[in-house]
């Protein structure tokens, strides 16, 4: 009956109830949560001023520390006596310990053994290749395109330079356009124009011993490094 | 109709484009002075009033209803993965013109020594049951509807099955990334993919640590901060806003440039023969041919490098930089003047691309070192 | 209804305020005065994010624009949605794109992954709009400088997780986004094997630095995209990432009590 009663009047005065939380005096009599609601006054309290009693707190602590590192008796006598202290060597040991855990971390993110589709194949002979042109029809399986000029074929790389994007082959214009950012390339491989840096590159290419070409795309050889050369990134026809 | 659109790609070429934003830029957000007196005397402030943000609005509206006759401009725009870059446009101008309504507002207060709008009295504080949870309430359900709305209304965007030998033409990342994929034509990647974004982040980092102006603290205000606003304003809605736009509106097949009515061909020839610097210094102006020594070919983009950014900072920090270099110290300019000369590398490296050809600066592609 | 009906029923109320089982819940009981009203604030685990009271301004649109809370709201149907989508998308080249599909068509209520890729978009607008409204209050300035740093970790976090996510469908828009955002990465001064510097790494002629050891790699989990990569995409997107956003998160809300609340003038 009593509860029933202080919340009649609770109800009925609400600016007395109000006034009487505010009040600390009053805030006795009522439940547990009293103390938490004078905690609650203080802090709404406290942000009016927030500089003075954030200095105070500030100092105070550090002050208090600094006395107890003077006053200690166990950090002086081991710097005297060796070299490195003992808290040296254990910061040493936990910050090798950690270094080798991130290193573990980081070599678990790189397998051993890659699941990666096979990488040399055999692209026909070569009599199938029409001289002057690019042929795009293995593009899509094997990611190569191969062109035979009047001396050479080579297999160029269908991976654009400047961020990987497959260019296309326009016919019309003769010449390889990245869609990503507009590098062109002849059908050389050489870029010139957008931002690609550098030509395409090409795969090794060799006569395989039925007389079919052999493409290895494990190796590459780069025209700015001068590897176009090498006798194993054309054929001879 | 066909005049009013043929007006519009023409005003849309990056080089028109680009130079009228800039140049007009900086009179609607002054940097300094001389420019606000510019804005006074222009009327430029007239955007930040009631009447003129339902201007604005309007002539938004009116463009894009105006575009959605336009068979390729409908392309372009109800694509379901450019939608949100639709509303972003509306929000961003929307919120632009809110909180430089509210500074507007607040500079004539501070002017007349009068408390800001968003002054109350300190002692007089609302409570966060009821006033604020129901606020957020509100707005988390008006949120909610929005989105379920938007979801059954537009089905999630999903291509053909990839398919690692066929680009698409043109790919584009996702839409907050073209600006990313922007700065990607006119420089290396590792530096408009590593260092550019890097640095974004770290300018962004730096910002509290470099505007040591204490007052605006609480308040929409733009006179008494003027250089960091608008300066913020044009990384924010210029390097980035816009990029993102032309990204989506102007880049077409093969990403070349095409204005917002034009129809997507994809054989649309633009002859794009870049140049690199030392190859205009050998073979163009020298007619040497090109030396071996790598050092020696690339000797004058890297002593223009060099000079760009050790020369320019002290240069500025004596002329018309000197009050800010006095107020902000050694350090704390140098970084500033470092990250904005960065900034400004984007837009000079856009304009000699559009106007000489130029490709690299410094071209390395021995050691994938090209600026 | 008559006045004692009337009565009768608000006792029911009360009655029901004042129970056990109420008030074990609900410390402060149903938050009728102003003292109940701060209490439920102060006693509630998520309410006592915000301070009891606060300024005026504070609680305007035209000031907060509610946006910081909406990114926040985002968040947390993006999580729920995403957790549903969990439930039938295998992370496999096999799998990824058929399970979309399904998704579309064969789930009942199929807007799942509507509502999480357009939830997605908007999340992004949301939390460059609060950057963008932080800056125009000039609330990044001191005591609130950290915060604001903060603050460009999770927006950077929270395109990452956009962009992470952007390849599990794996269609032709998600993997040709995903390789040319990862060839940036092979272009990472020292890090990146086609980076500046990569060639410098070297012990006599084997280059450390080279396609199966450089920082793509290791988010490829091999040299091209593909069933490796969607996999740590996967994992990513829907653990690693979220993990760390939670936590900067916490760091956020809790700074921004700490460093005084909301902004306000002097």
């Known amino acids: 009956m009593d509860d029933q009663k202080h919340l009649e009047h609770e109800q009925n005065k609400p600016e007395d109830a109000e006034r009487s939380t505010e009040n600390p005096e009053e805030m006795k009599q009522s439940e547990e949560n009293s103390t938490e609601m004078k905690i609650a006054e203080k802090k709404e309290i406290e942000p009016k001023k927030p500089e003075v009693p954030k200095k105070k707190l500030e100092k105070g602590p550090t002050k208090k520390r600094a006395s107890i590192g003077k006053g200690s008796i166990l950090v002086e006598p081991i710097k005297r006596r060796s070299f490195f202290s003992w808290l040296t060597l254990a910061w040493v040991a936990f910050t090798a310990a950690t270094g080798t855990f991130f ?7 790189f397998p051993n053994v890659l699941f990666e589709p096979k990488q040399t194949f055999k692209a026909g002979y070569p009599d199938d290749y029409t001289i002057g042109e690019v042929t795009t029809s293995l593009k899509e399986k094997y990611g190569v395109w191969i062109i035979r000029d009047t001396e050479h074929i080579y297999a160029l790389s269908v991976v654009c330079t400047h961020l990987g994007c497959t260019p296309n082959w326009l016919q019309n214009e003769r010449k390889f356009k990245c869609p990503c950012h507009g590098s062109g390339f002849r059908k050389s491989g050489i870029n010139f124009e957008g931002p690609a840096p550098r030509p395409l590159e090409r795969y090794k290419i060799v006569l395989a011993d039925d007389g079919q070409i052999l493409i290895d795309k494990t190796k590459k050889f780069a025209y700015e490094k001068g590897q176009w050369s090498d006798s194993e990134s054309y054929l001879v026809v | 109709m066909d005049l009013i659109k043929s007006v519009i790609n023409t005003l849309a070429s990056p080089t ?19 420019f606000y007196r510019w804005n006074k005397r222009l009327k430029l402030d007239s955007f930040w009033t009631n009447r003129g ?4 609005f309007i002539i938004l509206l009116v463009f894009f209803a105006f575009g959605l006759f336009d068979e390729n401009f409908r392309l372009i725009v109800l694509k379901p993965d450019n939608v949100p870059i639709v509303g972003l446009i509306f929000l961003v101008a929307f919120f632009t013109w809110l909180s430089m309504k509210q500074a507007v507002d607040n500079d004539v207060h501070i002017e007349n020594n009068e408390n800001v709008n968003e002054y109350s009295d300190p002692d007089d504080k609302v409570l966060t049951w009821p006033d604020l949870v129901y606020i957020e309430l509100i707005a988390l359900v008006l949120c909610t509807v929005l989105l379920i709305v938007w979801s059954i209304g537009l089905q999630a965007p999903l291509e053909e099955p990839a398919n690692p030998t066929l680009s698409p033409n043109p790919a584009k990342a996702p839409w907050y990334f073209l600006g990313l994929q922007e700065m990607l034509v006119y420089f290396d990647p590792w530096i408009a993919g590593v260092l550019f974004p890097s640095l974004m982040i770290v300018g962004l980092m730096a910002i509290p640590y470099l505007d040591t102006n204490k007052k605006g603290v609480g308040y929409y205000s733009f006179k008494q901060r003027m250089m960091a606003v608008s300066l913020y304003m044009f990384g924010w809605l210029v390097l980035w806003v816009l990029l993102i736009i032309i990204g989506t509106f102007l880049r077409g097949p093969n990403w070349n440039f095409f204005g917002p009515f034009e129809y997507w061909d994809l054989h649309k020839l633009q002859p794009l023969t870049n140049i690199n610097l030392s190859e205009y210094v050998y073979i163009i102006w020298f007619s040497t041919g090109m030396p071996d020594n790598i050092l020696l070919r690339e000797i004058w983009g890297i002593l223009l490098i060099l000079g760009y950014f050790l020369i320019l900072p002290p240069l500025f920090a004596k002329t018309w930089l000197k009050n800010l270099y006095n107020r902000l110290g050694n350090f704390r300019y140098s970084v500033f003047i470092i990250l904005i000369l960065f900034a400004l590398s984007m837009p000079i490296k856009m304009y000699l691309r559009w106007m000489v050809n130029l490709k690299y600066i410094v071209a390395i592609p021995e050691y994938f070192f090209n600026i | 209804m008559s006045k004692s009906e009337k009565k009768k029923k608000e006792s029911i109320l009360l009655r029901l305020g004042n129970s056990q089982v109420w008030k074990s819940i609900i410390r402060s009981g149903v938050p009728r005065d102003r003292r109940g009203r701060m209490l439920s604030v102060l006693n509630s685990v998520f309410l006592h994010l915000h301070p009891v009271r606060m300024p005026k301004h504070a609680v305007k649109l035209k000031y907060t624009w509610c946006m910081g809370g909406l990114s926040f709201y985002i968040f947390l149907v993006l999580t729920i949605t995403g957790i549903l989508l969990m439930f039938y998308y295998r992370p496999t080249i096999e799998y990824a794109y058929t399970d979309m599909i399904d998704l579309r068509e064969q789930v009942p209520l199929g807007i799942m992954r509507e509502i999480h890729r357009w939830g997605a978009h908007l999340m992004v607008i949301t939390v460059w709009l609060h ?16 915060n604001w740093v903060v603050g460009v970790m999770l927006l950077t976090l929270t395109l ?5 996510g952007y390849l599990l469908p794996w269609d032709q828009l998600a993997i040709w986004a995903i390789t040319v955002g990862t060839n940036m990465a092979r272009a990472t001064p020292f890090l990146g094997h086609e980076g500046p510097g990569a060639a410098l790494l070297s ?21 091209f995209v593909g069933e490796a990569a969607l996999l740590r995409f996967y994992v990513l997107h829907c653990i690693g990432l979220p993990f760390i956003i939670v936590i900067f998160m916490a760091v956020h809300f809790w700074r921004i009590r700490k460093d005084g609340g909301i902004s306000t003038p002097l």
Do not use: Q
């Open chain 1, 103 to 109: 290193g573990m971390m980081l070599r678990f993110m």
């Open chain 3, 131 to 146: 950057m963008f409204r932080v800056f125009m209050t000039g609330s990044y300035k001191s005591p609130r400088e950290f």
């Open chain 2, 16 to 34: 028109i484009l680009f130079t009228l934003i800039i140049v007009t830029f900086f009179f609607i957000f002054p940097l300094n002075d001389w």
């Open chain 3, 203 to 223: 012990i006599g002629d084997i280059n450390l630095v080279h396609a199966g050891s450089d920082v793509r790699f290791a988010l490829l989990g091999g040299r």
């Open chain 3, 160 to 164: 990452l997780l956009s962009f992470t």
């Open chain 2, 53 to 56: 943000g339902i201007k604005m």
